[in-house]
């Protein structure tokens, strides 16, 4: 299992923008990979999955959809979380992780033990 790291967050206004890295110990290639956010006091929360392999098929929760975009460089071991036009209910830690399996990242992140740091995303009205 790759240990990941996460960067990049940030204190923005509405409607900025901020791009968050995953960056893995090891190949990634073949895993698929979600950013998952965290709000104060709250369960984490799915944002967005990518399959693995480059080119692989993405899929976000409502919320994101349109403004955020998943991505990854398997040449960096990085994946990547692209938001745009930032809203005050983004603010969480955002958190990375990666499975061979694409299910075990969109249905049963939650069973996960292993999770880094994060990074903070703070977006003011």
């Known amino acids: 299992q790759v240990q990941l790291v996460e960067s990049g967050g940030g204190s923005v206004e509405t409607g900025g923008s901020l791009t968050l890295s995953c960056v893995a110990s090891?190949?990634?290639?073949?895993?698929?990979a979600g950013w998952f956010r965290q709000f104060p006091g709250k369960e984490r929360e799915f944002v967005a999955s990518i399959s693995r392999y480059s080119g692989g098929s993405t899929y976000y929760t409502d919320s994101v959809k349109g403004r955020f975009t998943i991505s990854r460089s398997n040449s960096k071991n990085t994946v990547y979380l692209q938001m745009n036009n930032l809203k005050p209910e983004d603010t969480a830690v955002y958190y990375c992780?990666?499975?061979?399996?694409?299910?075990?990242?969109?249905?049963?992140?939650?069973?996960?033990?292993?999770w880094g740091l994060g990074t903070q995303v703070t977006v003011s009205s």
């Open positions: 090891g190949a990634i290639d073949t895993y698929a």
């Open positions: 992780n990666a499975d061979p399996k694409l299910h075990n990242i969109i249905q049963e992140f939650r069973n996960r033990r292993s």
